[in-house]
C-alpha cells in the first residue's frame, strides 16, 4: 500500500515547485475540494491564475495508520502576490497564515480534500501592513510527557474525545471538563486554566444557545497522541460573536481543529474557525 505520508508532501512539494504535469501521479484524475469536484490540472489552472508565489510548508501531519487511507494535516502557507488581485497594497508583500486539512486517499492518490485556512488572519494582514505575525507551529512543541506510563492507543484517544465533546454538547463542562482536559490547556499559544478554558467553549452557547457540536471527521494519532477533527456548527444566534450581530436566521459552519494528548488529558488545541463563513451568513441579504 502506498505511503499516504509521501504521497501527500509529494503533491505539496509539485505546488511548492510548480511540477503541475507532476500532480496526476499523485492526485486522482477526479478528485473532490471543499465539495466540489476538481482535476489536477484545473487545480493547477486555479493556483497559477492567482499569480505570484506560493510557498506551502507542512507543519505536522496526524495520521489514521490503521487505514493508511485519511489523515489531518497543518500547514503554514506563505502567499506573495505578483499582481493587484482586487487588494490595493498587497503586491510584493508575504502575507502568511496557517491552514488545516483533512486528507482522503483511494489507491494511494489524493482523492478528496477538506481545506480551511485561516482567513481572520488573513485578512488582519491585509488591513494592516504593519502586523507582525508568528505561526503557532506543532513541530515546535517538544515531544508529549509519558510520565505516569499512560499513553492511549488511537481507538482510546478517539473514544476519549468523543466524550469530550459529549460533555460539552450535554454542557455538563463545568463538572466534567477535568475529566478530559488537564488543569491548563493552551488554546493557540493563550495558556488558560482549565475554567478559563471551559468559559472559551461556553462564549458560543451564549451567543447561540441551541449550539450543537456535530464530528465531521475524527483522526486519532497513537505515534503522535494527537487527535485532528472538523467539527460542524448548527444553531440560531442570539447573541454577538465574532463581531457578527444575529439576524435570527440559523447558521452552519465548522472548525478544524488538532488536540495534543499528554497523560491521557488534552494539553494543547490548534483551533481553526470558519468565522468568515459565519458572518457571511449573518450578513447576507
Known amino acids: 500500500m502506498a505511503d ?13 515547485e510548480q511540477r503541475w504535469d507532476d ?3 499523485y492526485m486522482h484524475s477526479h478528485l473532490v475540494r471543499n465539495g466540489q469536484d476538481i482535476t489536477p490540472e484545473s487545480y493547477a489552472a486555479e493556483i497559477k491564475s ?3 508565489k506560493v510557498e506551502v510548508n507542512v ?16 500547514v503554514f502557507v506563505k502567499y506573495t502576490p505578483d499582481r493587484n488581485n482586487g487588494n490595493t497594497g498587497i503586491v510584493g508583500r508575504t502575507i502568511s497564515f496557517m491552514e488545516q486539512h483533512f486528507v482522503w486517499f483511494t489507491e494511494g492518490k489524493l482523492s478528496k480534500v ?3 485556512a485561516d482567513r481572520d488572519e488573513m485578512q488582519r494582514q491585509l488591513s494592516t501592513p504593519e502586523a507582525n505575525y508568528k505561526p503557532d507551529l506543532i513541530s515546535d512543541e517538544p515531544p508529549p510527557r509519558v510520565s505516569s506510563g499512560v499513553k492511549l492507543s488511537a481507538s482510546e484517544l478517539e473514544e476519549k474525545y ?16 477535568h475529566k478530559f ?8 499559544t493563550k495558556p488558560l486554566a482549565i475554567n478559563e478554558y471551559r468559559l472559551l467553549i461556553q462564549e458560543a452557547f451564549t451567543a447561540i444557545p441551541d449550539i450543537t457540536f456535530d464530528l465531521h471527521t475524527v483522526i486519532a494519532d497513537e505515534m503522535a497522541q494527537r487527535v485532528a477533527t472538523r467539527i460542524e456548527f448548527t444553531g440560531t444566534p442570539v447573541g454577538i460573536i465574532a463581531s457578527a450581530k444575529p439576524n435570527g436566521r440559523s447558521v452552519h459552519f465548522c472548525e478544524h481543529v488538532t488536540y495534543r494528548f499528554e497523560e491521557g488529558k488534552i494539553t494543547r488545541v490548534w483551533s481553526i474557525v470558519d468565522w468568515a463563513s459565519y458572518r457571511a451568513q449573518l450578513s447576507a441579504q
Open 4 to 16: 499516504i505520508e509521501a504521497a501527500y508532501r509529494s503533491v505539496i512539494s509539485c505546488i511548492n
Open 23 to 25: 500532480l496526476p501521479r
Open 162 to 177: 468523543r466524550a469530550y465533546i459529549s460533555c460539552i454538547n450535554a454542557q455538563a463542562m463545568e463538572t466534567d471538563l
Open 114 to 116: 477538506l481545506i480551511l
Open 181 to 188: 482536559c488537564h488543569a491548563e490547556v493552551v488554546h493557540n
Open 50 to 52: 492567482r499569480g505570484g
Open 59 to 74: 507543519d505536522a501531519l496526524t495520521v489514521d495508520r490503521e487505514s493508511q487511507q485519511r489523515l489531518g494535516a497543518t
